[in-house]
C-alpha cells in the first residue's frame, strides 16, 4: 500500500461532483482470490484509490451472492474496508465475529443519524493522522426493491470530506470492483444525477430488485 498525496480542498456544497481520475493509493491484494474470481468467470476492475480515506458504495445489491463475489474482490484487492451491517446479525456467535473480522461495524437502523456522524469523525481522524480507512456501504439497504437510496452514504462523505467511489457488482457483464472515484459537490439531485448515469448499464443478479438510484425517503 503506498500514502497519498493530501489533494485540493473540495467544491463547496451546490457544486457538481467531479472525478478524481488520479489513483495514487495502490494496494496488493491475494493472487488465489483473483484466481477463484476468474474461475467463477468474474473480471475485476481496480487501478487504484485517489487517497488512503473515503466512501465506497457497492451496487447493485440484490442477492446473497452479492457478499461472496463482494468478499472476494475485497481480498482480491488488498482493501482493508469497514461496512455497516444489520446490529442483529453481529449478535449471532461465531458468524458475528466473523462479521467483525472482515471489517463490520453493527449499525441499530433506528439511530442512523448518531452513526453518520461517529463514522464521519473516524474518517477525519484518519485521514490526520494519515491512516487508511474507507468505509463500504450498500446505499439501498436491503436487497428488496426499495423507492430509492438511504442518504447515509452522502452525509458521511460530506461531513468528512472525503472521495467517495462507485463499487459495481455487476453480473450482467460479470465485473465487479471500482470504477468512478468522485468528489461530490454537497447538492443531492446534482449528486445522484451523476451517480446515476455512471450506473446506467449495471444490472443486478435479480435485475428487478435493483433499487433506482435516487435518494428515498428513508433517510
Not at 467517495?164 to 468528489?183: F, K, N, P, T
Request: aromatic letters at 10%; a positive charge.
Amino acid at each position: 500500500m503506498t500514502a497519498a498525496t493530501p489533494e485540493a480542498a473540495p467544491p463547496g456544497p451546490g457544486r457538481m461532483p467531479r472525478d478524481l481520475p488520479h489513483r495514487p493509493v495502490q494496494l496488493r491484494g491475494s493472487r488465489l482470490a483473483r484466481a477463484v474470481l476468474r474461475l467463477c468467470g468474474w473480471r475485476l476492475d481496480f487501478d487504484g484509490l485517489p487517497v488512503a480515506q473515503g466512501v465506497l458504495i457497492v451496487y447493485p445489491h440484490t442477492s446473497n451472492w452479492d457478499f461472496i463475489i463482494g468478499i472476494l474482490a475485497k481480498w482480491s484487492i488488498g482493501m482493508p474496508v469497514s461496512f455497516w451491517g444489520k446490529h442483529t446479525l453481529f449478535a449471532v456467535p461465531v458468524f458475528g465475529r466473523w462479521l467483525r473480522w472482515v471489517g463490520g461495524v453493527p449499525l441499530d437502523r433506528s439511530a442512523p443519524a448518531g452513526v453518520v456522524s461517529e463514522m464521519a469523525a473516524r474518517l477525519r481522524t484518519a485521514r490526520e493522522r494519515g491512516e487508511f480507512f474507507w468505509l463500504a456501504l450498500s446505499p439501498e439497504g436491503t436487497r428488496r426493491w426499495t423507492p430509492g437510496w438511504r442518504s447515509g452514504f452522502h452525509r458521511v462523505a460530506l461531513q468528512a470530506e472525503v472521495p467517495l467511489a462507485l463499487g459495481h457488482l455487476d453480473w450482467g457483464r460479470r465485473r465487479v470492483g471500482i470504477g468512478s472515484c468522485l468528489r461530490i459537490g454537497g447538492e443531492e439531485s446534482a449528486d445522484m444525477e451523476e451517480i446515476a448515469r455512471r450506473y446506467a448499464d449495471v444490472r443486478g443478479f435479480h435485475a428487478d430488485l435493483a433499487s433506482p438510484v435516487r435518494l428515498g425517503s428513508g433517510r
